[in-house]
């Protein structure tokens, strides 16, 4: 999962990102994410980025990908 600035997850090949600016400092990511997780993020369970921008902390979901699920 990709963590965007504003606390979006983003899924890879998502429209609304280009993969060439998934990079520090505005993006963090977590590569294997916990089976779930896409679920039950929200602000009381946030997945924290293990990578990139380790400060990042996702609480919501992106629209789009949410639809893919």
Avoid: F
Wanted: charge should be positive; hydrophobic fraction near 35%.
């Amino acid at each position: 999962m990709i963590i965007h600035a504003s606390g979006k997850a983003h899924l890879p090949g998502c429209t609304h990102i280009v993969p060439s600016d998934v990079r520090p400092p505005v993006y963090g990511w977590v590569l294997a994410p916990s089976p779930g997780a896409w679920r039950r993020l929200s602000p009381s369970h946030p997945l924290c980025a293990t990578q990139g921008n380790t400060r990042r902390a996702a609480v919501g979901r992106c629209e789009t990908c949410d639809a893919t699920q």
